[in-house]
C-alpha cells in the first residue's frame, strides 16, 4: 500500500521479483542438491575419511568430505572431485571394513584341469595369501564353469593399508600366483571359441 502510494507500479514490482527469485533458485539447484547430498552423506556415513571406495567407476581414498563436493585419491594418485548429490544419488562400493582393505579377483583355469589339481590350486591360493605379513582373512572359491574357464574368486584384507602398502600386496600375491601355478603346471584360461563345422563349405565363383 505504501508503495503504491508514493506511485510504484506493485504489479510490475511484484512481477520482477517472481522472476528475479525464480532467477536466483534455478541458478542455486545445483548447489542446493549438493547440500543436501551432503546432509545423506552424514547422515547415512556410507564412508568415512581414509576409506577405500568406489562410485560411478572411480575408486580412491576418500579425503575430504565437504558441503558441496567430496575428494577421493586415486590408486594412481590423481585427485577426483565428486558432488555431493553424485555421492548421494548412486551406489557407493566401500572396499574398507574396519581399517582394513579389501581387494578380490579370479583366475581361470583350463577345463582340462583335473579336479584333484582345482583343489590343489584352490588350497595353493589359500596359502600364499595366509602367508603373507600384510594380508589377513584371504580366501579362495571355485564359483562358476565358465565359458572358458574353470572360474576361482579369491579376496583378502591388506592391513594397516596405504596405497602403497594396498598396491605392493596386490603385486607380491600376483607374481606369488605365478610362479605357482608355473611351477605346478596349473594352466590359465584365456577366452577363446570353438567352431563346429556341421558340413562340407561349398564356395562357388563366378567370372
Known amino acids: 500500500i ?3 502510494n508514493l506511485g510504484y507500479d506493485i504489479v510490475s ?4 521479483l517472481g522472476i528475479g527469485g525464480l532467477a536466483v533458485a534455478m541458478a542455486a539447484q545445483d548447489t542446493l542438491a549438493n547440500v543436501f547430498g551432503s546432509v545423506t552423506i552424514f547422515a547415512d556415513q556410507p564412508f568415512q575419511i581414509g576409506d577405500l571406495v568406489e562410485i560411478s567407476g ?3 581414498v576418500v579425503e575430504d568430505v565437504g558441503l558441496r563436493t567430496s575428494r577421493m585419491r586415486t590408486i594412481e594418485g590423481s585427485l577426483i572431485t565428486v558432488p555431493n548429490r553424485e555421492m548421494a544419488a548412486h551406489a557407493v562400493t566401500n572396499f ?3 581399517g582394513r582393505w579389501r581387494y578380490s579377483a579370479n583366475i581361470g583355469l583350463v577345463y582340462d584341469t583335473p579336479a584333484s589339481e582345482l583343489r590343489r590350486a584352490i588350497a595353493a591360493l589359500n596359502e600364499l595369501m595366509n602367508a603373507h605379513p600384510h594380508i589377513e582373512d584371504g580366501g579362495a572359491r571355485f564359483m562358476e564353469f565358465g565359458d ?3 572360474g576361482i574368486v579369491f579376496a583378502y584384507f591388506v592391513t594397516e593399508p596405504n596405497t602403497t602398502r594396498y598396491l605392493d600386496a596386490i603385486a607380491d600375491i600376483n607374481l606369488s600366483i605365478k610362479e605357482r601355478f608355473d611351477a605346478e603346471g596349473w594352466n590359465m584360461a584365456f577366452p577363446s571359441q570353438t567352431v563346429h563345422i556341421a558340413g562340407p563349405i561349398q564356395v562357388s565363383m563366378t567370372s
Not at 13 to 16: E, F, I, Q, S, Y
Open 96 to 98: 574398507s571394513t574396519s
Open 58 to 60: 572411480n575408486r580412491g
Open 148 to 150: 572358458s574357464a574353470l
Open 13 to 16: 514490482l511484484l512481477t520482477g
Open 2 to 4: 505504501t508503495f503504491s
